[in-house]
């Protein structure tokens, strides 16, 4: 008999960040479903502002949707949105039909329409989900889908942490014709702004207007209870449209299990996360004595404080916590390089179908961001046959980073900026450094075949054209 499960994710409730244990039921069922209806609504995370938002379930982020490795998985898509898009699950490997992108995968949903997406979701691990038209993306269509890996080491306490902000919708628009204002907010002595020529002219970044972490902005943030002497572990994602986020909890330090997901094979401890678009990273904590501290997005921009929450122990909740500056000069925070560790030798190419991708574009006043000199739909696919081994150096003659993604694949990072990774980091989205730096992903056709997007997560680089296709003939 078919055991079924059903998320109840009532509307208008705060996103919780507490992930209790899973209920009896939940590990029980082998089908696990939920109604995932998209439609406007606003969002004020501070007071005085009043975003146009558009909420999956009355709720920005969307709820956390959680099941277990072998559980298949049906979400009907309700669209009220007011636009006509689609879901696209991050980081699974599923059904092409499945993968929500519309145009390519599917047509978009019409306002007013429903769609069935029913897959197996995998591999175990931190993924999300989101819409994949830009449209409801900027305005809160996102949230975090976790697949419990039944081996996974117990934790004392676990949440789920969405960084997320609020767009100024205007500058969109100028960004995406290069001529925006927003400067860039990354925090001092980060490698964005110290690669950065002095006057430099931007015109491709956003400005945002609040900053949150599961839709409140500190201090109403909802705080992390924890107590003396548990693990904790943290699944963070950075669903900013645009900003890489560095992630810093005060007073202690972070160890890193695994980077989209998918578990490195080396834990690393860090001071700090950095979060490219897209990204996800699981890191644990413990929490050696009692006390108040600051969890915190850092950047230069002065509404930074908002992306905070409070952890604390009980009796510290009126304490004044621990915070971090908005610097990151003299401490360790996560690069692949340092997860993977340096080889001396170059990665190993022989018999992989390889492809040079150069990332350009971006001038000032140009709405085209280029993969060799084209925008999509006019870039150089690539065609596999299943199990080709392909291998895709990107570099990056841009002066913006780009968390590069690739659909319904896992990719190992065997490279980074000339230095071979002697443990490859396994990714669905990795950070190409600006001004000619490089990274090279090598990948396994053996997906269900169709047709998969590879493109650049920042939403604006996106739209202007940094995406192409694997093609399975
Ligand atoms: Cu988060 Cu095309 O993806
Ligand atoms: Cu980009």
């Not at 009220?80 to 519309?102: C, K, Q």
């Not at 080709?388 to 490279?415: C, I, Q, S, W, Y």
């Amino acid at each position: 008999m078919r055991r079924r499960a059903f998320i109840r994710a009532a509307a208008g409730t705060v996103a919780v960040s507490v992930l209790p244990p899973l209920r009896e039921s939940v590990w029980a069922s082998d089908f696990v479903e939920v109604t995932l209806t998209a439609a406007p609504q606003r969002f004020s995370p501070v007071p005085g502002l009043n975003f146009d938002g558009v909420a999956f379930n009355g709720m920005i982020p969307g709820p956390v949707l959680r099941v277990v490795h072998g559980q298949r998985f049906r979400a009907t898509f309700v669209n009220r949105s007011g636009y006509p898009t689609t879901v696209h699950w991050h980081g699974m490997i599923l059904p092409n039909n499945m993968d929500g992108a519309d145009g390519v995968t599917q047509p978009a949903v019409r306002d007013g329409g429903s769609f069935d997406y029913e897959f197996l979701p995998g591999p175990p691990g931190t993924r999300w989900y989101h819409d994949h038209v830009g449209r409801g993306l900027e305005r809160g269509m996102f949230g975090l889908f976790i697949v419990e890996d039944p081996n996974d080491a117990r934790a004392d306490a676990e949440f789920a942490l969405v960084f997320h902000d609020v767009p100024s919708l205007s500058t969109i628009a100028a960004a995406m014709r290069g001529t925006s204002s927003a400067g860039m907010v990354d925090p001092f002595d980060s490698p964005e702004l110290t690669q950065m020529a002095p006057n430099h002219r931007m015109g491709d970044e956003i400005a945002y207007e609040a900053h949150c972490i599961n839709g409140a902005s500190y201090p109403s943030t909802t705080p992390l209870r924890v107590d003396v002497g548990h693990r904790v572990r943290l699944r963070i994602l950075n669903a900013n449209l645009t900003q890489t986020r560095y992630i810093r909890l005060a007073g202690h330090q972070l160890t890193v299990t695994h980077s989209d997901g998918d578990p490195l094979a080396r834990p690393l401890t860090v001071d700090a996360l950095r979060v490219g678009v897209g990204e996800r990273y699981d890191a644990w904590f413990e929490v050696s004595k009692p006390g108040a501290w600051l969890l915190q997005g850092l950047s230069t921009d002065p509404l930074a404080y908002q992306q905070a929450v409070l952890v604390y122990t009980p009796g510290f909740e009126r304490a004044t916590p621990l915070g971090s500056p908005e610097s990151v000069a003299g401490i360790d925070y996560f690069t692949y390089a340092a997860a993977g560790g340096i080889a001396s030798a170059e990665p190993d190419l022989a018999g992989t179908q390889f492809h040079d991708f150069t990332l350009g574009g971006g001038a000032s006043g140009s709405d085209q961001w280029t993969i060799n000199g084209a925008v999509y739909p006019n870039t150089q696919k690539i065609y596999v046959k299943p199990n080709d081994v392909v291998a895709v150096r990107f570099t990056n003659k841009t002066d913006m980073d780009h968390p590069m993604h690739l659909h319904g694949h896992v990719f190992d990072v065997l490279e980074v900026d000339g230095k071979t990774l002697a443990r490859p980091l396994a990714k669905d989205t990795s950070l190409v450094r600006t001004n000619g730096g490089t990274l090279t992903w090598r990948f396994t056709a053996n997906s269900p075949p169709g047709r998969w997007l590879l493109h650049c997560h920042n939403a604006v680089h996106m739209m202007d054209g940094m995406m192409t296709e694997i093609v399975y003939r």
